[in-house]
């Protein structure tokens, strides 16, 4: 399933119909992404995160409109703690 913060992606009404305002946790490859991860899609095995300097600050765009962001692939969990639910 695609889950997203981003109102122009397909995921978006799936994640408000799922979450609405709560925030569930997303790993990738077992690890806490959630804090950066605007879109998880689970059946692909994808995520899309803000991009963080080494120094943990956002990376720019090049025109400097908005913050840049990185697909990375591999095993995505979504898990919703309030129903100790968990989706891969």
Known sequence: MRYSVDKDDPGYLAYMHRFGTQRPTVLLDGEDVTFRCVTADTERGEVVLLQIDGQGRYVLTE??????????????????????LSLH
């Open 63 to 84: 025109d400097g409109q908005d913050i840049a962001r990185k697909t990375l692939t591999g095993n995505v969990t979504v898990q919703w703690a309030d129903r100790n």
